[in-house]
């Protein structure tokens, strides 16, 4: 029997957090209404500026970036490691946009709200993040420019967003 979310200090927190980002998560935006979730597998946990903070890379070419841009607040969704039913959904949000369909519909997902920010009931461990800093990662900025010609092929550059937990929701 799967429990409600917890409100939970992130003090809690005892997962691995290469694997937890790695492993892949949703990345969940809304904007006038309209709620969107993306898959990603690149980010990292840390501390800054005295917070504990989530930073998420998300491509100009997402229409998660559009949202994002336009929204202080978004959530990180992580899924239970034997759940083959988050590994289908991760594939699908990980590869069709928000633009053409509407995911959260098509899936027939849940989206639970934690003070308005919408984040995926299927999921067992959730971040309420709240933008602090935002960046795109352009090609000047590389040291090793080899990353940049590998990566960006395109110039479909990565912007970083550095976002403060403001909550963890556990079950
Ligand atoms: C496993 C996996 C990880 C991904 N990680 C990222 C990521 O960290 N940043 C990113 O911009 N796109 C990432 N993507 C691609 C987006 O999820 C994909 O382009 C998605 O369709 C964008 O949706 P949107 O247009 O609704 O924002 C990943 C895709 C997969 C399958």
Redesign the pocket.
Known sequence: MQHCFQDMSLEYFDGNPFEKIGG?FALTTECDGKV?S??????GLGVMWGKNVAYV???DS???KEILDKTDKFSMTFFADDDKNSKML??Y???????DED?IKVSRITIDRYNDVPYIDEGVLVFICKKLFCSPMTKDNYLDKAIYDEYYPTGDN?NIYIAEIEMMLAR
Request: aromatic letters at 12%; glycine letters at 16%.
């Open positions: 892949g969107n993306m898959t990603a597998a690149w980010g890379v998300v491509r997402r229409y998660t991760l594939k949000f990980g590869a069709v946009s928000g633009r995911k990565h």
